[in-house]
Every structure is written in structure tokens, then in C-alpha cells.
């Protein structure tokens, strides 16, 4: 019936949190999670954040700060001057002062591209090391899982490949039962009070990520109707996403139940 023995359900859960401000990371901290993932541009899935808010967000935050090295939207495919990019971005992380880098990188048959995922993996020694959800863009995850073992990640960040981690717990738990506990395998993607402890029990992960956030209005008081700075990505530029210190107590509590 895909239910997680006992012993099994109570194990400890870890919760990173996405955030893309200063004030997300100070929420995310005050709720109890246990690490950020910082990016730049959520709407757009991420990307790597400035080196300002890289710095103010380590210099702010207790716990581990693991970055975004993503050098632009869409696919996962990157030209060599993209590559370079990312390269000199886990540099960068390293001086200053984070835990870890998540990345990812694909052929155009939809594979891991090993050798360049082999040389970011090595560059970020010792940083611990996430291969994002560009796993879920992969046309064989248990393939690409048993790469990503050999390749020496620490962590796959993965939704299952299907649009919410709810949705992929079946593929989850597949996965969780192929790694043996030779990588971390961590459900994203939808994830909520309403759920988590559900995803946990089916599918036996230890590590959940989520934003935790909720919508706010801007404080501008003048806004010109006929003016937008949006591409399609964002609704609007009066209304922002902000981690929320009791959504992150929420689901760590909800985790945490039978």
C-alpha cells in the first residue's frame, strides 16, 4: 500500500527552504528550518543570486546557506560561455562563505551531462553539493540517479518528475529505495502542511524543500497603470512572495506527525 513502516516514518526530517531575499532567509531561520536554498528570480525557477545578496543573506543567517548556480531560465543545456559562467559562480560561493551550490546540467538526449557535472562537483569541493531539478527534466531518472551517485552528489532535489512531489510520490519512493542511502534524495515541489507528512510516509525521504511563502502587497503608493517592467513571469510588480515564519513552523510540525 506504499506506507512507510513505522520505525521508519519517525526518522528526522530536514527542511530546506527556497527564499530569494534577506527577509525570506530571516523568516525561513526564525521558523526553524535547517537550511536555504538562495536563488535570484523565483518566478522564473531560479537563477544565481547577486554576489550582494549572497554575502548580506550568509552574513545574516546562522544556518547553512546552499546557492543557486543556474546562469539563466529555461532549459538545462548551456553553451560553453554559460558553462564558464557557472564555474566561476561556485567560485565565487566558495570566497564567500557558504555551505553548498546546487546546480544542474543535461545533454540534449535529456542524460546528465557527466563531465561537466564531474567538473562543477570537483570545483565545489567541499561544499556539499545538489543536483537540482533539472533531474526531472531527465528522460531516465534512475539512470540519471545511479550518474549522479557515481558522479559523487550529495543531494538530488526532485519532484518525482511530475509537477508537485504529491503527484510524483511514486517515483520518489523508487528512487528512495534504489539510492541504498548513497545520495539524499529531497522531495520539492508543492509541498505544504497539507501534504508533507503524507509524502513522507509513501515515500520514505528524510529531506523536504518549500518555499513556506505567501503573497504581499507592495507599499508604493503611485503606481502608472500603463507601465509594466513584467515579461509574462511575474502578474504584476506590486505583488511579492516572502517566506512565512508560521508556514515553515507548519510544515516542520506536520513532518513531524504520525
Known amino acids: 500500500n506504499g506506507v512507510i513502516p513505522d520505525n521508519t516514518r519517525r526518522k528526522s526530517i530536514t527542511l530546506e527552504v527556497c527564499i530569494d531575499s534577506v527577509a525570506s532567509g530571516l523568516a525561513a531561520q526564525e521558523g526553524g528550518a535547517h537550511r536555504v536554498e538562495l536563488c535570484g528570480n523565483l518566478n522564473e525557477g531560479g537563477v544565481t543570486p547577486s554576489a550582494g545578496m549572497i554575502l548580506q ?129 529531497m522531495a520539492g515541489s508543492g509541498i505544504s502542511k497539507a501534504n508533507v507528512a503524507d509524502i513522507i510516509r509513501q515515500t520514505g525521504i528524510t529531506s523536504v524543500h518549500a518555499s513556506a511563502s505567501d503573497t504581499y502587497e507592495s507599499d508604493m503608493k503611485y503606481r502608472n497603470a500603463e507601465m509594466t517592467m513584467s515579461s509574462g513571469f511575474h502578474p504584476s510588480e506590486y505583488i511579492r512572495r516572502q517566506t512565512q515564519v508560521e508556514s515553515v513552523r507548519v510544515i516542520i510540525m506536520s513532518s513531524s506527525s504520525d
Open 57 to 185: 543573506v550568509r552574513k545574516m543567517l546562522d544556518i547553512p546557506v546552499h546557492v543557486m548556480i543556474r546562469p539563466r531560465g529555461g532549459d538545462f543545456l548551456y553553451a560553453s560561455d554559460e558553462y564558464e559562467v557557472m564555474k566561476r559562480d561556485i567560485e565565487s560561493v566558495k570566497e564567500l562563505g557558504c555551505e553548498g551550490v546546487v546546480f544542474g546540467i543535461l545533454n540534449s538526449n535529456g542524460s546528465v551531462d557527466s563531465k561537466r557535472t564531474r567538473e562543477l562537483t570537483d570545483r565545489a569541493t567541499p561544499l556539499v553539493t545538489t543536483f537540482h531539478r533539472a533531474f526531472d527534466m531527465t528522460s531516465n531518472p534512475y539512470e540519471s540517479l545511479d550518474c549522479l551517485v557515481d558522479l559523487g552528489l550529495d543531494m538530488v532535489l526532485t519532484s518525482g518528475q511530475k509537477p508537485t512531489a504529491w503527484e510524483g510520490r511514486e517515483t520518489l519512493k523508487a528512487l528512495v529505495e534504489q539510492t541504498r542511502n548513497r545520495i539524499e534524495i
